[in-house]
């Protein structure tokens, strides 16, 4: 089965937001074995969304639409679609309730508008909102389906989970299964000269590499009747994987950094304080955004200036002037301080220059010390980054972690 | 002018990657005038693409498309191009000297395949590339205009601004000079009735809204001569707005809350300082994301345990036993725990309980408290937010930094 993904929205035509929805739905439809060939954006604007609806439905078998299913005259998309497969509108009680119920718990009042929004193709299958006022639908023919689903992605991704997925699911002949390996610390091509024989020779289950900042992402995939004999597939290839490149995998199931460090963490009852110059909080802002962190996470410092990083962790005047507060020694005392301040059994600290300013010519933009602590004493690291502000505070946080991380086993 | 812009990558389809590249060029085009009416997004095969192409060739004065420029065999955006249009590919010496210093710059070896990067169709404009290696392209015939810029962001931004843009406009008869309003603190539907006259009504310049969480921006753009004649246009509006919403604006230039505040502090000469619960090391974070944020941010403290409140806060065991963490007179002390640690000139703090879990009956999930401190006093908030854990950091951050920035005066 081939789809494609229309949305409809002037917002995306003038920048004002991205498409997250059309790669939230392609993602979801790889792993149903749905091959997606199509995406595409149309205005609200009636003749252009008519055309590109008859393409589409000339040469897809499945075609999602997002967005368009609001309360003004510009939401269209229902009116477009039912009129392009001879449907009526009708009114439908139950989705009229739903939406005065919704509406109601707002504490706003109806508008008479939010009505058109329970109008549904005659003879769809309706797909309740559970996050907002717009239903989606689905119509069959002979020839195609059509799912039209709401713009906002809090509204999309729920109806799509709850009610499109065990549709497409139902609809599918082959079940696909995929694990995704999250690996940090070796580049993409010494990986990929590492794992070639897989990647090009394996047919059931495939193997598809991506790269992202600072880390590579393994999809493996297979085609299989059930969960359990596509795991039975996949897992040899994990396992020799594991038997390559060891502990550069930090998730075989699509965890964040961030996730894998709090949940070692917490099989092991430990933990952790950071004391952070130049990421400035980011660090503590990742872990403490893992549901759970409070059981160990202790405490995080932000320590910009100098005196606050004596104040609080305890580093040695004579180190900062001696070495400078951007310093292997610097981290070092950074990593003890907040371990000794917050009694906690793993520290970790980051020191460096994020830019665009503040480098010189012995120490440029980019270069960053990273130190952990714990019971068994102190390690460094020192990093040499390249490219913008940010870049360089993203990968000193996945670094520490990463440290962090290979520290607790 | 009406343009299409045309994303060409498997990747996309796939949902391993965003197509963030058609909401840079859509806003970037809509500032010079020209309409966007669609996106496309297909795939690396020459028969799709091919079609796709003819369509756009026959509906759209402009058509930009991304990726498919590498050096592989899957790249093959410029070979369907060149023989759509009747083009042959030919080497341009340029081209490749320059893609041969560039690999040599990165002292990998040059690969046999990156001498195809240097084939281009004949008599096109050529665009240097000045972040790798694949060099874009521009081709005119009588009735449309093709741009081919590579898929990287980094690269197509740079290529995009530096060549395709001055093209355009130098294309384009009227141009347009647009202001960004972002708006804090009032509701999409409240501000809607206070500038409807001004949204209804106004033709030059055009005011445009657009909802965010938890803030509203306004674009206002003018057709003009020149920005200056733009820029006049404008002004009137702005002021109008100010007259009625005063405040509410944080800033008339589209920028982040967080630069506003480091701004305003840096204007002042003023420190801050934050101690975060809920938040997590969030608003310290933000806050450093700014260039030149440390002459302004003093130090920050993540006290996710009552004993860090205590130990870093000072905040009284009396007050945590009788009120809780999270509650009024806990913000209170953490808000003059930190600015009193610190000697800063003001002070934030957040605590509240972001979720999912670590809600009761009485303090449910999205109950955050926040306090600003400064030489007059402290003022704290009690807010009530909904939706997800990131949501509900997210929501207290912008508005930590809110009531900072209307401190600040």
Known sequence: MNAEILAVGTELLLGQIVNTNAQYLSEQLASLGINVFYHEVVGDNKVRLTKTLHTALDRSDIIITTGGLGPTNDDLTKEVIAQAMGKKLVLDQTSLDRITQYIKKLNIPMAKTNEKQAYLPEGCIILPNDNGTAPGCIIENDKNVVIMLPGPPREMKLMFSSYVKPYLERKSSTKLVSRVLRIFGIGESELAQRYMDLLENSVNPTVAPYAKEGEVTLRITAGCKDEQEGLALIQPVIDKLKSEIGDFIYSCDDELMEEVVVKKLAEKNMKLSCAESCTGGMIASLITNVSG?????????????????????????????????????????????????????????????AGPTGGTAEKKVGLVYIAVADSDGVSVREFNFTGSRDRVRRLSCLNALDMVRRRIK
């Open 293 to 353: 962190a409070s059981k160990v996470f202790e405490q995080g410092i932000v320590t910009y200036s100098n005196s606050a990083k004596m104040q609080y962790l305890n580093v040695n005047a004579k180190t900062l002037e001696k070495y400078g507060a951007v310093s292997e020694q610097t981290a070092r005392e950074m990593a003890l301080g907040i371990k000794n301040a917050s009694q906690s059994d793993i520290a970790v600290s980051v020191t460096g220059i």
